[in-house]
C-alpha cells in the first residue's frame, strides 16, 4: 500500500494520507464531553480533536500540553507543542496547573500516549529498550505518561507498527496500560479506564475484554490481517471478521485539510 | 538595585564550578536560556547534577555534548518532532551520563515543594504503577499516608542551587514578563536559591508596572539579570523569534558525524563569543528576523 495515498479512487479531494485516516480515527473516539490533553509531539491527536469539535462534538475541550492552550485554532496546525501558536487558543492554564488537575483525576478524561515500546497490554516505554542501566536505545523520557493510571481512557497512536515497537511487555513501564493484565489490573486498583484503542498506520485496535491484551479491530485500506499480525511482536486477537476501516468522508478530508492547512499529515 | 551584569560575569559570578544542581528552563525546543548555556561552555563550569524541565531539549544536550554533566534528573530530553537528542542519548547508553528517572509530575510538583519549603512531594495515586520511581529510589519514596494509612509515592524536594532562566523583558531590578507560555519556568525561579535571568531586553520599571500582575517573575527572586537580544537561538523566544530548524538539523548532522557533537561545541561555542556567534546566526537561512 502507498504510504500516502490510502485510496485510489483519484475523486476530490484526493484520498487521506494514512496520517489524515489516522487522524479521522482518533477523532471518531472522541466525545463532546470530553476533556482531552495530550503532550510532546503530538500534531496528530491536536488536529483529530479540532476535527472532532467541527464535526461530531463540537462541545469537546482539548489541552495542547506544552503550552497549554485550551482549544487552540491550529489552522495551521504545528508540530511542536509548545509552538506558541497553539496559544492561539480560547484560552491558556498554565502547565504546572495543568500537572495539577492532571493528578485530580476527575477532570481530563481523554490522554493521548504513544511509545517507543508498546505492549500487548497497553503499556507505553519512552525511556529505554534493554536494561536501563546500559541501555541498547535510550529514549527521550516518560514526560508525563504516568498519569495514564488516572485517566478515564487512553489514546494510543503510533506512526511505527513493527515488531520492535510492538512487543510483549515493555523493557521500561513509563505509561500503565493494562499492566500485566486482569489480575494486576485489578489488583491495582486504578481510577483510571485503561486504554481503549490503538491507531497505527495499518488498523486500529481495541482490546480483548477477558485478556486485556490487543484486539484488531479494523484494518486499513489494503492492509491485510496477516500484514498486522506479522508487524506485531505480539499475539494480537485476531476476531474472525475483520472489517476494513471506515474511510473517511470527503468532507471530513475538507475539514482536516483546513486545519492542517501547512499539510503535516498529508505526506505521511 | 541594578541586577544587570554582563553574560561573562554573571555566569562566572552564579555558576560555579561543579555547581551541585543547575536548572535550565524553557520547554522543548522553545524559550531555552541558550546564551547562558553557551557561556557556561565557554567557562567550563562543571555540573555535578543538571535539572530540566518536563522537556529538557537543546539547553541540556549542549552542556552534555560539552562533556560537563555528571548526572540529569530530567523526565525528556530530545528535540521532540527533530528526533532524539544524540549526545544524551549516547552519553546515556554508554553510562558516562547518570539519568535520575522523573516524570513531569514530580518536577512539578518537586519544584513547588523546593519554593515552598515543604518536606517532600506526595504524589497522585497509580503513578505507583510506573517504573520510573524504582529507577530512581533517591528522588522517590513509598511512604505511609497519615491521614488514610494507605501507600503514596512522594519525591523529595527539588532545590535548584541556581536557575537559568529566559525571559521575553525585565527591568533592571529582575522583575520579568514571560511572553507566551510559562512552562514551569515561574516554578523553578521561586525553588531556586539563585536565579539568573536571560532577556531579550531590559526596560523600564514603569513599562513591568503598567501591568503589575503581567509579572511573571518578581525581582527579590532574581539575582543578576544579562540582556542578550536573539539569545534563546537556535530556540525559540516566545513573542520574538522561532525556532531555527536548520539550525537544529545541522547540529544533528554534525553530531552524526565522526567527530560527534563535540565538533558542534568546538565550532560554534567554544570556538566564537556570543556576539559572534549571534551575528553568524542572523543568517537569511533561518528565515527569522531577531526582535
Known sequence: MSQTDARTNGGAPAGPSIAELMAVELARRLRGDDVAVMGTASALPQIACRLAKATHAPDLWFVAGGTCGVNPRLAPAVPSCCDEDLLRADTAVPLSDVVLLEGRGDVFTVFFSGGLQIDAHGNCNLVSVGDRARPSLRGPGTVGLPFLARVGRVLIYTMAHNPRTFVERVDFLGGPGFLDGPASWAAAGLTGGGPAAVVTPLCTMGFDSQTLRMRLETVHPGVTVHEVVEATGFEVVVPEVVPPTPLPTDEQIAILRGIDSDGLLKGR | ?291
Open chain 2, 1 to 291: 538595585m541594578n541586577k544587570v551584569l554582563s553574560l561573562h560575569d554573571a555566569v562566572e559570578r552564579h555558576v560555579l564550578d561543579g555547581v551541585g544542581l543547575l536548572a535550565v528552563g524553557g520547554m522543548h525546543l522553545h524559550n531555552n536560556p541558550m546564551a547562558l548555556v553557551r557561556e557556561v561552555v565557554r567557562q567550563g563550569q562543571r555540573i555535578r547534577r543538571l535539572l530540566t524541565s518536563p522537556c529538557g531539549a537543546f539547553n541540556a544536550e549542549l552542556l552534555i555534548a560539552a562533556g560537563l554533566v555528571e548526572e540529569i534528573a530530567t523526565s525528556y530530553v530530545g528535540f521532540e518532532h527533530l528526533g532524539l537528542a544524540p549526545a544524551f542519548r549516547r552519553s546515556a547508553e554508554d553510562g558516562s551520563l547518570r539519568v535520575l528517572e522523573c516524570d513531569e509530575a514530580y518536577i512539578t510538583h518537586g519544584l513547588n515543594a523546593g519554593a515552598g519549603g515543604l518536606p517532600f512531594a506526595p504524589l497522585p495515586a497509580g503513578l505507583e504503577v510506573s517504573d520510573v520511581w524504582k529507577a530512581n529510589p533517591e528522588s522517590f519514596r513509598l511512604v505511609e499516608d497519615p491521614f488514610t494509612g494507605t501507600r503514596v509515592l512522594a519525591g523529595a524536594p527539588l532545590r535548584p542551587d541556581v536557575a537559568l532562566v529566559h525571559a521575553a523583558e525585565a527591568d533592571t531590578a529582575g522583575n520579568a514578563v514571560l511572553a507566551g507560555a510559562h512552562f514551569v519556568d515561574r516554578v523553578m525561579a521561586m525553588a531556586a536559591r539563585t536565579v539568573v535571568l536571560q532577556v531579550e531586553r531590559v526596560v523600564p520599571t514603569e513599562v513591568i508596572s503598567r501591568h503589575p500582575v503581567g509579572t511573571t517573575i518578581p525581582g527579590f527572586l532574581v539575582h543578576a539579570v544579562v540582556e542578550v537580544p536573539g539569545g534563546c537561538h537556535p530556540t525559540a523566544s516566545h513573542g520574538h523569534y522561532r525556532v531555527d530548524e536548520d539550525h537544529l538539523r545541522r547540529y544533528l548532522a554534525l553530531a552524526g558525524g565522526a567527530e560527534g557533537p563535540r565538533a558542534y561545541v568546538e565550532q560554534y561555542v567554544r570556538g566564537s563569543g556570543e556576539a559572534d556567534y549571534l551575528q553568524a546566526q542572523r543568517a537569511p537561512a533561518s528565515g527569522e528576523a531577531f526582535a
